[in-house]
């Protein structure tokens, strides 16, 4: 059975500082790793898409890597701004279409 | 812009009661998930979706029942509401055919009393 995990749960950081999020799953056989942003009280907003034959995905500040070897992703964030706070989930999708969830890093950003 | 929609945004119901939670997408081709969100717990897959009447349960389907007679609408029914079932929905689809890239809905808060 699939596990992710996501380490640290909360991390605070000073604003312009570059981060990094951590998820590692058990399984390495995975088709896709997601990585989405939720905002409190909000639904889940899609960042990046890692297909497994990808290393990594870039958009804007954001660039997440994916090794199955390892069974670890990482998201890293450049020069992070207030509107980043919010928290980060990780998912890992098998042969099935399922995803499966970490339970997410809450991320606060510091003016 | 196609999307993905959810009704009610809230809910509160009595313990024993049929409540049916709305999703409603507009994408031609796609996938559709329904999950919950509890503290400690994270997000879990109650039922999923491969097509029209193709459906499959997930890791918490107990106590829920769906259906997909058309590809655009997948509800979500609690037969008989418990405390238990007390959480934050959400729908989910894979609007591009081949990546699985699964887009979110805005989510129900649904109180059980």
Redesign the interface.
């Known amino acids: 059975k699939q596990e992710v995990t996501q380490i640290p749960a909360a991390l605070s950081v000073p604003e312009g500082e570059n981060l990094v999020l951590n998820c590692s799953f058990t399984d390495s056989a995975i088709y896709n790793l997601q990585w989405f942003r939720q905002d409190p009280g909000k639904g889940l907003t899609s960042l990046l898409l890692i297909q497994s034959s990808q290393r990594e995905q870039t958009s804007g500040r954001l660039n997440a890597s994916l090794d199955k070897s390892s069974g670890r992703s990482t998201l890293y964030i450049a020069a992070s701004q207030p509107g980043d706070s919010a928290t980060y989930l990780c998912a890992a999708q098998g042969g099935s279409e399922k995803l499966v969830f970490g339970k997410g890093t809450k991320l606060t950003v510091n003016p | 812009d196609a999307g993905i929609t959810q009704s009610p945004r809230y809910k509160i119901t009595e313990t024993g009661r049929q409540v049916t939670l709305m999703c409603h997408q507009t994408w031609s081709h796609s996938?559709m998930?329904w999950y919950r969100q509890d503290l400690?717990?994270?997000?879990?897959?109650i039922y999923?979706s491969?097509a029209a009447d193709i459906t499959d349960k997930?890791e918490v389907s107990d106590g829920y029942v769906v259906s997909r007679s058309k590809t655009e609408n997948f509800p979500l029914t609690l037969e008989s509401a418990t405390r238990s079932q007390t959480s934050v929905y959400?729908c989910?689809a894979?609007p591009r055919e081949g990546?699985?890239?699964?887009?979110?809905?805005?989510?129900t808060r649904l109180t059980v009393t």
């Not at chain 2, 400690?40 to 897959?45: K, N, Q, T």
């Not at chain 2, 990546?99 to 989510?107: I, R």
């Open positions: 996938y998930f400690g717990h994270g997000l879990r897959l999923y491969a997930g959400f989910a894979t990546t699985y890239e699964q887009y979110f809905g805005p989510g």
